[in-house]
T-cell receptor, first 115, second 111 residues
Framework: ETGVTQTPRHLVMGMTNKKSLKCEQHLGHNAMYWYKQSAKKPLELMFVYNFKEQTENNSVPSRFSPECPNSSHLFLHLHTLQPEDSALYLC??????WGFGQPQHFGDGTRLSIL | ELKVEQNPLFLSMQEGKNYTIYCNYSTTSDRLYWYRQDPGKSLESLFVLLSNGAVKQEGRLMASLDTKARLSTLHITAAVHDLSATYFCAVEETSGSRLTFGEGTQLTVNP
């Protein structure tokens, strides 16, 4: 079983739908992250959770709502998305958040398409 | 704001050849990471470089860090087809803030 698992792998939704992305890590890490990967753009950090507490919100629109019920699970709730939100959403985890020189471990991502 | 620039962004090379990918960044840092991403797959950690002059090698790949020049290199030796992927560098500021990624270098190794 991979260390970081994301579901679903693919999601197509209309602009008025509500859906959620799920991420689960089996590595015993304390920090979890959401990134957005769009074509021809660098990975964009969205949210950071450290020990279940949100420590960073990178000016993400409120139509994206994260939830971290425990250190192993991270959700991204989606509501009233726009076409420009179509992208690959990657979840990652690391032992701690910044400053410890440890790599992040990434899931395979959810490919999101907004109609 | 930290900026991370990779070049080239696209690289097509023949098997057996050597090449170097460059990662320049705009502010003080002594923590740099290299990742590999295959199409449709997640990012896989390759190297963690944590000090000036750090050099790490794994198989045909070797990464180095020069913090004074704010430059990291990823050197490919005798490329093989299996190395075809997109390679990202990511820099963490010394203050311990977020990780900033480069745009990625899409490498294609042709037989």
């Amino acid at each position: 079983e991979t260390g970081v698992t994301q579901t679903p792998r693919h999601l197509v939704m209309g602009m008025t739908n509500k859906k959620s992305l799920k991420c689960e890590q089996h590595l015993g890490h304390n920090a979890m992250y959401w990134y957005k990967q769009s074509a021809k753009k660098p990975l964009e950090l969205m949210f950071v959770y450290n020990f279940k507490e949100q420590t960073e919100n990178n000016s993400v629109p409120s139509r994206f709502s994260p939830e971290c019920p425990n250190s192993s699970h991270l959700f991204l709730h989606l509501h009233t998305l726009q076409p420009e939100d179509s992208a690959l959403y990657l979840c990652a985890s690391s032992q701690e958040s910044w400053g410890f020189g440890q790599p992040q471990h990434f899931g395979d991502g959810t490919r999101l398409s907004i109609l | 704001e930290l900026k991370v620039e990779q070049n080239p962004l696209f690289l097509s090379m023949q098997e057996g050849k050597n090449y170097t990918i460059y990662c320049n960044y705009s502010t003080t840092s002594d923590r740099l990471y290299w990742y590999r991403q295959d199409p449709g797959k997640s990012l896989e950690s390759l190297f963690v470089l944590l000090s000036n002059g750090a050099v790490k090698q794994e198989g045909r790949l070797m990464a180095s860090l020069d913090t004074k020049a704010r430059l990291s290199t990823l050197h490919i030796t005798a490329a093989v087809h299996d190395l075809s992927a997109t390679y990202f560098c990511a820099v963490e500021e010394t203050s311990g803030s977020r990780l900033t990624f480069g745009e990625g270098t899409q490498l294609t190794v042709n037989p």
